[in-house]
């Protein structure tokens, strides 16, 4: 994303500008619990959709938060990881697991690789 595209010069709307949509966050936490190729992001439970998906992962190769690496060449596949303005991250995603188990009692614990990771 260019500085253009972004509604204002307020953090929180830069911020969700970035990640404000309901899956660029499920795959940060993805990518944070070792996942990196897409298959592996379809299996997650949420369910994304496979254009949604690669639109994502475009998105977030694009604003910095991820990068990609062919690990095939024919066909041509990819695996990504983030970057470290993707890892920077990882303190929001832990206080978003913080609040919703605080108000969810449906919250499930995230995996002990994913929470070792606190900054």
């Known amino acids: 994303m260019r500085e253009t595209d972004f509604r204002s010069g307020c953090p929180i709307a ?55 690496t062919a690990y095939q060449e024919r066909p041509k596949r990819f695996a990504y990881e983030l970057t470290p303005k993707g890892r920077d991250l990882i303190p929001v995603v832990h206080a978003m697991c913080g609040w919703a188990k605080s108000h969810y009692s449906e919250c499930w614990t995230p995996p002990v690789a994913f929470m070792d990771l606190r900054p």
């Open 14 to 68: 830069t911020t969700l500008d970035v990640l404000g949509d309901k899956w660029t966050l499920v795959i940060v936490r993805d990518m944070l619990n070792g996942k990196a190729k897409f298959a592996e992001f379809l299996g997650s439970p949420e369910g994304v959709p496979t254009n949604i998906l690669a639109a994502r992962l475009k998105r977030m190769v694009e604003t910095g938060l991820a990068k990609k």
